[in-house]
């Protein structure tokens, strides 16, 4: 999940926050204030933290629709940071877009600082999931609209699986143990994780109990009423059946996720967790793969997958009139079946509004309705409100040393215990999702955690 979240934060990043030319970075000044235009029409600011280029097609869209409305689109150049960092700049100076992308971890200073509008009970939320409203959300108001939803996936190579007598992964964890039995036995190569994503199904597994109990395991931690030791170390213990068992080498503790991807384009591995940002490569190999569920670990248990709600769309609190009724309509368009569309093809992310069929390759479409179209995702980080950089990556440090064999399961969570009591409540931050070889674009590095109260957070593994 750790090199996820940079791929994902790569692939989002190259996809949305791609490099923009200086020129375009000064335009977001000369946006923020907004108003009438010469030619009488409202002229809403937009800041984004991703390019022009991608945006322009849905800009165009609109304004055809709507002729009196004039969008005035900035963004900046860099990394998922640097758009937050501009973000912060521009509020501290006064020059907050009319509308704009709200970061997870940017939410609750919006709202303390009254920047975000109150958008609970505006009709264009009726499209909006649950999950998307609750990981959008402070103090039971909804402050931004979230369209879309990553997660991750396992993908596996057909053609090995059916070797070993399987057309697909397993739904329990037990019975996929015993199919990398034989695929081991067979002299295949069943399953890897990179070492920046390792215990992949730990999180699908604590979202499945999360969504049991009605309230995230990791916000239950976070509060100090519960201990990774008590939450984690049972589900670590579980993974660890895979390097117990010389199911998976402790090789892993020094793999890449390009390193783990290689191996499954070369047709050496069986089954690892990815998502729908590796289609494309996929499909220029010719491999005869699919995307299956993630192992439960009781049969009947609901399918989570880590994954979380893209970054989600906020209105500027300080605007009113006519730049208001522009926003509103702006809004509605994005969660149109036409603006979802454009929405889908020009970022290349997957929508998950409510009536919405978004359209996916017929790899990855079980993992579409398993996980986005439920909004069956859960991220731990996006339930943290301390150093969740920093506590993301130590979850795959300790799990290298449980797969090296210098420590247990136990003490690994253990470990994270004393680790979550040296970090201070830092500000949030986006986060690190784990989507496997995500690119930088989905956030590669957040750690999105937002006070979020919702089983299934917001952010992404990509």
Known sequence: MGHKEEYIMEKKSIRMIAAVAAAAMLVPLAACGGGNAADGKTTLSFFSNNSQDKYQPIIDAFEK????????????????????????????????????IVPPEALSDLVKGNYAKDLSNESFMDKIGDAAKKAYSVDGKVYAMGVSTWTNAWVYNKDLLKKVGYDSIPATWDEFLTMCGK?????ITPYLEPKDGLGNAVEGWIGAESAKQGEALDAKIDAGKDT??????????????????????SDVSGLSGDQVKSEFTAGRLAVYPSGSWDIDSFNETGLNY?????????????????????????????????????AEKFFTFLTSDEGLKLYQKQLGLIPSVKGFNATVDDHFKD??????????????????????????????????????????????????DSKLKTRGRLARTLPSVPRLDLPISRFVESNQHVSINSVSGASTFR
């Open 228 to 249: 990774f030791k008590n939450v984690y170390g049972k589900y670590y213990g579980e993974w660890d059946k895979l390097i117990k068992q010389n199911l998976m080498s």
């Open 290 to 326: 699919g995307f299956g569920q993630i192992p439960m670990l009781k049969k009947g248990d609901t399918p989570y997958a880590p994954g979380s709600i893209d970054p989600a769309f906020g209105i500027n609190n300080k605007i009113s009139g006519d730049k208001l009724k522009a």
């Open 367 to 416: 993992a579409y309705d398993l996980y986005i179209k439920t909004g069956n995702v859960y991220l731990n980080s996006a339930h943290w409100s301390k150093g969740t950089t920093a506590l993301r990556a130590e979850t795959f440090t300790q799990l290298q040393q449980v797969a090296l064999g210098s420590i247990s399961p136990t003490q690994a969570a253990e470990n994270l």
């Open 183 to 187: 695929l081991k036995a067979a002299g």
């Open 65 to 100: 629709t709507n002729p009196d409305i004039k969008i005035d689109y900035s963004t900046t150049t860099g990394s998922q940071r640097g758009y937050q960092q501009t973000l912060q700049t521009r509020i501290s100076g006064g020059n907050l877009a009319d509308v704009y």
